[in-house]
């Protein structure tokens, strides 16, 4: 209803949300891979220190400094949660275009698909796939890659559908245009947004389940400066006090993945012609 | 328990120039838009409508779409949402109203009978939702004054315990008029009571109405139809980009219309199918760009350059109000 | 009545076939393991020869070829044996009960209580809608489906363990206390904070719900005709908000059980409260084929039985697919 358009900028306060926050990860992601191993190094003189200006996040129990560590940890979360998401939506892009587009069985074989997935909860699922993968990098993207591929697959499915039997379409084929020409102007379009935003919905899930599951010891190994490894060290030295052990890892996790769906929203937003117009 | 309350009202008031039981002067709604996101801009729905009505009559207000009248009934209600400015006065009896004031006699004096089944909550019983406008009195009286109110209106007493996905249309209506009428109300409201019936359940309506008139009640028809309204209402309002162009007696939108002063009156009367059915060139103004003088300037075929740049006010024509400086 | 019997019918045929692919995938998933279920077993210990590890291999069948073992293991469970737990040396479903059961416990108060205060706060914020209540509801949920349930446990722990002092870290009972001489009162105390964290990051979803849907009711055509007829705000709230949204804010409860049981996974290692979550862990970290592939069985009769239960609900509450189905 045009009566009640939204207000002034929203559009541009969502590009400027989304270009800050990509500034901010890149950054967090460069400096993590561009900090060298040795530079989080033992320093026995200077353990268990609470945070200080010396070092923002404290230091463990033999001195690293637990801010280089975060910044690694996080880059190699959001290494994690990339591959993690981008694996997802090839999975959930194959099976929800070639469902409608073959229909019948392979259609009713991939909803089913689906259900099963769904049937056992995620983290039995991740468990499980990591121990067949032997645990590692390996086990976490493939675990979490075969666990979060339904939603999206669901999105694309009934888009899809929606699109074969839309009028538009149906005319085209009237016109006598190719199922290329169709999959090029109609199709594209349609689930090409769709995808990039499903894309980045799935990351902060694929980041949390990845620090989850490590914690449990199912993920990253304990050499990896990983921050489910971080975490899980931690609980050893709580009871001793040592609470910014686990702490600031921590919070800077949940403010990565605020901010990867705080982007997927604001890009939703104005991908869609049709919510661009909201509040 | 009814009559004689009615009775002594029936001879109280005298037809036209008794004091009206429910008054709307100058009354407009208009809600803020932003524009290219900087500019804000007043959207007029409504503008100076005038609205008079009587006990025992039933007023319709008739405009085509686009003209604003589904906001008409909500807007007089005072149920509109926040970002709505309302100006204008509005009168119950002597008493002026404020939007606190409104809020006190809303459901009670003054009662809105919704278009459709979509107005009764789809999760509790027809029954419940009737009773709730009888007040102060125990459960079990409650329940049996329902149901003589749907009986009335030859509505079975188990529909008292359906759910509104089971009443058809035509009972959906019988249902959203038995709560009105069980609510002591004077004033009743109908938004568009008539779209898609057929002959029989459109006799059915309108007798209900007319019966409702005749027990005293002040009635205001919104609707689209002037067939309709012809039939049952004492007076007609024609309706056009959010105000009233002219109010006439219902017997003057018959014959060749010229009792009617106002010349969009004329108009809509020649496009109707058993009249010329001439269709009127042009399109109504959007509520975002209203003219600065007459509302109906660009489709006016006696329009002068008075009426480009002045507005005409409502000035009482042979019994009527017409807005038109050249109406006669 | 027969409708109904049918319905559940089905659904139990689609529960046995779920239960069959769903463990053939287990026992391949753990079959094309890397990890050595003997290693993983015995640890890195070299004082276990290469013998013994040979006899372990065999005691549990580890030569046979995979195919037969999975058409013995089954066979046997036709016949209500569900084999022995390598870790816990007990029969499979002996060691699932006993911890199920005190997983239940504690999923089942996070479950009401977080059903509970969710559906509140979201009806609340939902009725307040942009009001600061309602921005401080909103956001907490936002900020809390991006937590990390472990890490709030370890946050609760930091807080009212280590800082207050107010309730034990962890363990459902205190150290060096027999099994069986732990008063209720204990197991009540070390239930409190894993069923505090479970209920706060179980709240998110369902507030989050709730207050949509209160302001979908809010705005719908039957409140404003409630309006129009003077019903006051109390009166919307008990006689359209609450019938309204109450239904599919029930249903979505009991489609969360999935999240639920994953939720109580990592809690309970927070805690190491002894549940079936903490059993799931220790089964998965030594490779212990028989549990885990039981525990899968629960996780998924568990996850079906709250669906079921959401649909039969469905049923029963709206009137309107209530007659449909009966028709």
Known sequence: MKLFRLQK???????????????????????????????????????????????LFGTDWVGRDMLTRTVKGLSLSIWVGIICSLSSTVIAAVFGILGPTLGGKADAVISWLVDLTLSVPHTILIILVSIACGGGFKGIVVGVAATHWTSLTRIIRAEVIRIHTSEYVMISKRFGKSRRFIALHHMVPHVVPQMVVGTILVFPHAILHEASITFLGFGLPPHEPAIGVILSESMKYLTSGQWWLAFFPGVCLICVSIMVSALGKSLEQIMDPVTAYKK | ????????????????????????????????????????????????????LYEGKILAVVGSSGSGKSLLAHAIMGILPGNATIYGKMFYRHEELTR????????????????????????????????????????AEKKRRAIEMMARYSLDPQVYDYYPHQLSGGMARKVLLSIALLSDCEILIADEPTPGLDEPSLAEVLQDFRLAADEGKAVLMITHDIQAAVRIADRIAVFYAGSTLEVADAKAFSGDGSQLCHPYSKALLQAMPQQDFLPLDGVQPMPGDLPEGCLFYERCPIRCEDCRCSRPQSRPVRGGKVRCFYAA | MKRISVF??????????????????????????????????????????????????????????????????????????????????????????????????LMAAAWLLS????????????????????????????????????????????????????????????????????????????????????????????????????????????????????????????????????????TLQFLSFSELFGGAVFVEQVFSYPGLGYTTVQAGLRSDMPLLMGITVISLIFVFSGNLIADLLYLVIDPRIRERRTE
């Open chain 1, 9 to 55: 900028g929203t559009r541009e306060r969502a590009i400027a949300r989304i270009v800050l926050f990509l500034v901010i990860l890149t950054a967090v992601m460069i400096a993590g891979s561009h900090i060298p191993l040795d530079s989080i190094y033992v320093d026995l003189e200077n353990i268990n220190h609470p945070p200080g200006l010396t070092h």
């Open chain 2, 1 to 52: 328990m009814y009559t004689a309350d009615m009775e002594t009202r029936q001879k109280k008031s005298s037809p036209e120039d008794g004091m009206p039981v429910f008054q709307v002067m100058n009354f407009g709604v208009s809600f803020s838009q932003y524009e290219n996101g900087i500019n804000r801009k007043e959207l007029h729905v409504i503008t100076d409508l005038d609205i008079e």
């Open chain 2, 100 to 139: 606190a004031s409104i809020a006190r006699i809303r459901g009670k004096k003054i009662c809105l009978i919704p278009q459709s089944v979509n107005y009764l909550d789809p999760l509790e019983k027809v029954g419940s939702q009737i009773s709730r406008a009888i007040n102060g009195v125990p459960k």
């Open chain 3, 8 to 105: 559940i019918g089905k659904k139990l045929c689609k529960l046995l076939l779920l239960m069959l692919v769903v463990e053939v995938i287990t026992f391949a998933l753990m079959e094309a393991s890397p990890i050595d279920p003997v290693t993983a077993y015995v640890g890195a210990s070299t004082a276990i020869g290469a013998e013994q590890r040979e006899l372990i291999a065999e005691k549990w069948g580890l030569n046979q070829p995979p195919a037969s073992r999975f058409m013995s293991w089954l066979s046997n469970i036709l016949k209500g044996d569900w084999g022995d737990s390598m870790i816990y040396r007990r029969p499979v479903m002996d060691v699932i009960r006993q911890k199920f059961l005190s997983s239940l416990a």
């Open chain 3, 115 to 250: 059903g509970i205060l969710g559906f509140f706060l979201g009806v609340l914020s939902g009725y307040k809608e942009h009001s600061i209540i309602d921005r401080l509801i909103s956001g907490y949920c936002h900020v809390l489906i991006s937590t990390p349930a472990f890490w709030l446990g370890i946050l609760f722990i930091i807080v009212f363990s280590v800082k207050l002092h107010w309730l034990p870290v962890g363990l459902s009972v205190p150290i060096g206390v027999l099994q069986s001489e732990v008063s209720f009162a204990d197991k009540v105390r070390h239930l409190i904070l894993p069923a505090l964290t479970l209920t706060f990051t179980g709240i998110a979803s369902i507030c989050l719900h709730t207050r949509e849907k209160t302001i979908e009711v809010l705005r719908s055509d039957y409140v404003i005709y409630a309006r129009a007829r003077g019903e006051s705000g109390r009166s919307i709230l008990h006689n359209h908000v609450y019938r309204n949204v109450l239904p599919p804010a029930v």
